[in-house]
């Protein structure tokens, strides 16, 4: 394992049920740079000085200890393994990010100007609502946007 300073400057906030996808990214570079992440992944342990069952033992509580207690509560009953309890909470809250992209997709859809707002502000809004889905990994061309935008404005 690495040394505590280390491991205690890159533990992630307790997840408390949003924005999984940071925390899960958080916590599993806190596992890596503690030498556990190997026990959610299929790999076998080689150079360690912990056995593989005290690798998945430590990987479990430690991903348990990055849990808010209402959800460690919930998950370390229903769970015996890393990988299992890893998996678990992917299943659960990775599906709600997707929903958040969803509705990031379908807000961008919908916009609409208006006359009565300034143009500047709601460019801005446009702005921010694209930037939103280009974060999730779409791109989209000037021209597309352009295009996009015109469609947008109030119909005179």
């Known amino acids: 394992m690495a040394k505590v300073e280390e491991a205690n400057s890159v533990k992630p906030e307790k997840f408390h049920g949003q924005n999984f996808k940071r925390w899960q990214k958080q916590t599993k570079y806190w596992l890596t740079v503690l030498g556990l992440v190997l026990a959610l992944e299929d790999k076998e342990v080689v150079g360690s000085w912990l056995t593989p069952e005290q690798i ?88 597309f946007k352009v295009s996009c935008l015109i469609n947008k404005l109030p119909s005179s």
């Open 56 to 143: 998945e033992y430590h990987c479990f509580n430690r991903i348990l200890s990055a849990l808010y207690d209402h959800l460690y509560d919930v998950y370390h009953s229903t769970t015996t393994t890393a990988k299992e309890l890893w998996k678990t909470l992917e299943a659960k809250y990775g599906t709600v990010d997707a929903g958040i992209e969803r509705f990031t997709v379908s807000n961008l859809n919908v916009y609409k100007t208006k006359d009565e707002k300034l143009v500047g502000d709601q460019i801005h809004e446009f702005q921010e609502l694209l930037r939103g889905v280009e974060k999730k990994g779409t791109t989209f061309s000037e021209e």
